[in-house]
């Protein structure tokens, strides 16, 4: 059964503080997985305030139905992203099949 990997690297440029950049990073996991049946986690420690990488997993039967999955989350990630003041510097996905 395929599963669709998603990783989003993020740039949050208006963030000081690390409380800025967790604010952000909750926000944008919560609103995926609220939007989207998918599991999303922050794959990084908070090395610095203005960085962060997001990894967002889904599972079908349907390799197509995640390709479109994946596109969708992609583009609401970006669209939060900037909603929130940060942006979606990098973003790429793959399958992962047994």
Request: charge should be negative; hydrophobic fraction near 45%; glycine fraction near 6%.
């Amino acid at each position: 059964m395929p599963v669709a990997v998603l990783t989003l690297e993020i740039r949050i440029e208006n963030a000081h503080s690390l409380k800025d950049r967790r604010q952000v990073v909750r926000s944008l996991k919560e609103k995926l997985q609220n939007g989207f049946n998918i599991s999303v986690a922050e794959m990084d420690e908070a090395v610095t305030w203005q960085s962060a990488t997001i990894g967002v997993a889904a599972i079908s039967g349907s390799r197509d139905y995640l390709a479109g999955l994946m596109k969708q989350v992609e583009d609401a990630a970006v669209r939060i992203s900037n909603d929130l003041g940060a942006q979606v510097a990098d973003a790429w996905w793959e399958y992962l099949e047994n």
